[in-house]
T-cell receptor, first 110, second 113 residues
Framework: QKEVEQNSGPLSVPEGAIASLNCTYSDRGSQSFFWYRQYSGKSPELIMSIYSNGDKEDGRFTAQLNKASQYVSLLIRDSQPSDSATYLCAVKDSNYKLTFGKGTLLTVNP | DGGITQSPKYLFRKEGQNVTLSCEQNLNHDAMYWYRQDPGQGLRLIYYSQIVNDFQKGDIAEGYSVSREKKESFPLTVTSAQKNPTAFYLC????????????FGNGTRLTVT
């Protein structure tokens, strides 16, 4: 079974700091990569998507992909208390199957 | 407003009963997915469908069944064979494509006693 691994956390950072979330995946044939944010009791919402090696920036968020190392990360700059949530890494394979990691709980302390 | 509607939000059933969870989308998406989430866990794929009248098993399909008779609808039946059905069920859809993200409904929380 294809696996997506994330540190469960919790990851605790002070307000204004950079939060770094990491994810590794087992399937070298994986095609596309997504980061979702999920607040407690709610459904996931898309934060970032990345398909090519390198960095992709969107506002305070930067996704990084290294296919050779099978590693994808999400950096959150200037972290805010409202960023406190569970962050889910998701990987799509060539059969359109999207597999999620178990998520990392982030807490941003005021 | 376009979106994905899951109903009901909360569902209670007695053990041994089959129950069907509704998922409707008006986004004109071809692909639809069902996931299950248990407390403190990520999302686990139950079934997914890329096109009408076709669907594939995910990682935890045992005890579940689906149909895809219409593009906008992808109902999930939780059968009495599912040993631990109590969970948060999430439906999602996307346009077809490897780079297409999933958009989620608000979920149905099923409790079986």
């Amino acid at each position: 079974q294809k696996e997506v691994e994330q540190n469960s956390g919790p990851l605790s950072v002070p307000e204004g700091a950079i939060a770094s979330l990491n994810c590794t995946y087992s399937d070298r044939g994986s095609q596309s990569f997504f980061w979702y944010r999920q607040y407690s009791g709610k459904s996931p919402e898309l934060i970032m998507s990345i398909y090519s090696n390198g960095d992709k920036e969107d506002g305070r968020f930067t996704a990084q992909l290294n296919k050779a190392s099978q590693y994808v990360s999400l950096l959150i700059r200037d972290s805010q208390p409202s960023d406190s949530a569970t962050y889910l890494c998701a990987v799509k394979d060539s059969n359109y199957k999207l597999t999620f990691g178990k998520g990392t709980l982030l807490t941003v302390n005021p | 407003d376009g979106g994905i509607t899951q109903s009901p939000k909360y569902l209670f059933r007695k053990e041994g009963q089959n129950v069907t969870l509704s998922c409707e989308q008006n986004l004109n998406h071809d692909a639809m997915y069902w996931y299950r989430q248990d407390p403190g866990q990520g999302l686990r794929l139950i079934y997914y469908s890329q096109i009408v009248n076709d669907f594939q098993k995910g990682d935890i399909a045992e005890g579940y069944s689906v149909s895809r008779e219409k593009k906008e609808s992808f109902p999930l039946t939780v059968t009495s064979a599912q040993k631990n059905p109590t969970a948060f069920y999430l439906c999602a859809s996307s346009i077809t494509g490897l780079n297409s993200p999933l958009h989620f409904g608000n979920g149905t929380r099923l409790t079986v006693t």
